[in-house]
């Protein structure tokens, strides 16, 4: 079956600071890889999205890289900000599927 | 334009009630989807409307849970004889088609069964 597994939180960081969030899948073929973003008291958002092997989804200075060698997409901020405090989920669309299947989510607080 | 709204956003109710989640969707959406977001789940698909299709009920967890989608726009997820591990978020979300377009989703409902 389709699985993503993903870094447990939750994680706290100082602004300004690296951030990365580990995801890695399991699936069959070649799905399509998310990440979605939920602000306190928001719903989800897409925060970026890659179709294909090698495709690198970016946004806000989010950017995360489909590799299909290691099937993994691991998001990565260069310098994170208190406003990027959420919940972030690694998702996976199987081909010609509609189903989401995501991870647990990974809680990430920006302290000033 | 609008984004996808839910009602009511926060649902407190007695073990063995029923309740009903409503769901709007983005106007002209065609797609239309339920999830489940729990403590000891995560995030979980459980149902899919697209036009006059048949619903995909896949995901539902049990007879108790069912939904129905009117006139192909507004949709109503009912939860009969509410448990207390039916407590969540519901999630709803909407999309122009299915598979290849993005899901847009609602502020979700959080259900809490006492």
């Known amino acids: 079956g389709n699985s993503v597994t993903q870094m447990e939180g939750p994680v706290t960081l100082s602004e300004e600071a690296f951030l990365t969030i580990n995801c890695t899948y399991t699936?069959?073929?070649?799905?399509?890889l998310f990440w979605y973003v939920q602000y306190p008291g928001e719903g989800l958002q897409l925060l970026l999205k890659?179709?294909?092997?090698?495709d690198k989804g970016s946004n806000k200075g989010f950017e995360a890289t489909y590799r299909k060698e290691t099937t993994s997409f691991h998001l990565e901020k260069g310098s994170v900000q208190v406003s990027d405090s959420a919940v972030y989920f690694c998702?996976?669309?199987?081909?010609?599927?509609?189903?989401?299947?995501f991870g647990a989510g990974t809680t990430v607080t920006v302290r000033a | 334009g609008a984004g996808v709204s839910q009602s009511p956003s926060n649902k407190v109710t007695e073990k063995g009630k029923d309740v009903e989640l409503r769901c709007d969707p983005i106007?002209?959406?065609?797609?239309l989807y339920w999830y489940r977001q729990s403590l000891g789940q995560g995030l979980e698909f459980l149902i899919y409307?697209?036009?006059?299709?048949?619903?995909?009920k896949s995901g539902l967890p049990s007879d108790r849970f069912s939904a129905e989608r009117t006139g192909g726009s507004v949709s109503t997820l009912t939860i009969q004889r509410t448990q207390q591990e039916d407590s969540a978020v519901y999630l709803c979300?909407?999309?122009?088609?299915?598979?290849?377009?993005?899901?847009?989703f609602g502020p979700g409902t959080r259900l809490t069964v006492t």
């Open positions: 979300a909407s999309s122009l088609n299915g598979d290849a377009y993005e899901q847009y």
């Open positions: 699936a069959t073929g070649y799905p399509s």
């Open positions: 890659a179709t294909k092997a090698d």
């Open positions: 998702a996976l669309r199987p081909p010609h599927d509609y189903k989401l299947s």
């Open positions: 106007s002209g959406h065609t797609a």
């Open positions: 409307f697209q036009g006059n299709s048949a619903p995909d």
